[in-house]
């Protein structure tokens, strides 16, 4: 237990979109928060969105306005709808919980690549 498994990922030209889903073996109630990761080439992997266990949101500054981080709770399963791509977004995306309040993200998932083309 405590998979997290993205989906979602694909190329798509700018401007285009693309909803990555993380599915959780576990319900993802249990997590005081989750989030998406992405770690473009050679870079730094880097925090995009943070939705609570009490649904509260926030953003990494380049993706404010284009993403939206929502969850599905019977579905144990959260979603990334990213909107109006540019090829910056390119990166490995990475869902992410945290099982506690001073934990961190403690748990990983194993990435979906998300390819944006100009």
């Known amino acids: 237990q405590g998979q997290l498994v993205e989906s979602g990922g694909g190329s798509v030209q700018a401007g285009g979109s693309l909803r990555l889903s993380c599915e959780a073996s576990?319900?993802?109630?249990?997590?005081?928060?989750m989030g998406w990761y992405r770690q473009a080439p050679g870079k730094q992997r880097v925090w995009v969105a943070t939705?609570?266990?009490?649904?509260?949101?926030n953003y990494e500054d380049s993706v404010k306005g284009r993403f939206t981080i929502s969850r599905d709770t019977p579905k144990n399963t959260v979603y990334l709808q990213m909107n109006g791509l540019k090829p910056e977004d390119t990166a490995v995306y990475y869902c992410?919980?945290?099982?506690?309040?001073?934990?961190?993200?403690?748990?990983w998932g194993k990435g979906t690549l998300v390819t944006v083309s100009s």
């Open positions: 939705i609570t266990s009490g649904g509260r949101t």
């Open positions: 992410t919980a945290a099982t506690g309040p001073l934990s961190g993200m403690n748990y």
């Open positions: 576990t319900s993802i109630f249990t997590f005081n928060a």
